[in-house]
């Protein structure tokens, strides 16, 4: 998945083993003097579970191990829901809320069910983004990306994936699952994220 088509230009790897976030990745990211490739394209690839205790560490341990494997400049990211009126929660845990069994609906409900009766004022929550930049002979380097919001006392909006249909953008009156691809990448919490570490990359 290059981005260019110059061999003198080098390499930044994606550390993500998902074809589709890696496609996602490199939308956001935008025009960058690298080549960019995809973790998921490096036969027998893997990537540490998410164990630490911040996104950042997270996402340091997939850019790092990634670099590792590779050779070359890597990009890892971790993100997740914070809710206000869960203390934070689903947080770090966002992807596993309510165990390995709930797929997105399931975990859609569940934090609906847990937000249930609790009025609008108090059911401020954000998206928040780490990008982490690791590689050899390179400072590592951490940006991030954050989108403040409400929790929907529904889903709304057909677009998006995860919470985007709960997670509601008081700026745009709408959930990120009713904005366009374009909308959402200009504030997005990856969006916002990927757009720093694109500076970094460019400057």
Do not use: W
């Not at 780490?130 to 590689?135: P, S």
């Amino acid at each position: 998945m290059p981005s260019g088509s110059s061999r003198s230009r080098a390499v930044l790897v994606l550390a993500t083993l998902n074809p589709a976030k890696g496609r996602e990745l490199l939308a956001l990211l935008g025009a960058v003097p690298f080549e960019i490739r995809l973790l998921a394209d490096v036969p027998g690839a893997r990537l540490p579970e998410e164990t630490g205790a911040t996104y950042a560490d997270n996402a340091l341990a997939k850019a790092r191990t990634a670099a590792e494997l590779t050779g070359a400049l890597a990009l890892g990211d971790d993100s997740g829901l914070e809710v206000d009126a869960l203390d934070g929660a689903p947080g770090l845990y966002t992807a596993r809320f309510g165990g390995p069994g709930l797929d997105d609906q399931g975990r859609r409900e569940l934090l609906l069910e847990r937000l249930r009766g609790v009025p609008p004022a108090r059911r401020t929550a954000r998206f928040r983004c780490v990008i982490a930049l690791a590689g050899p002979a390179r400072a590592e380097k951490v940006v991030e990306g954050v989108a403040e919001g409400v929790i929907a006392e529904a889903p709304r909006g057909s677009g998006g994936f995860g919470y985007d249909p709960v997670f509601f953008y008081p700026p745009l009156g709408r959930t990120f699952a009713e904005l366009s691809d374009e909308e959402k990448a200009r504030v997005s919490h990856r969006g916002l994220a990927l757009a720093a570490a694109r500076r970094l990359l460019t400057g």
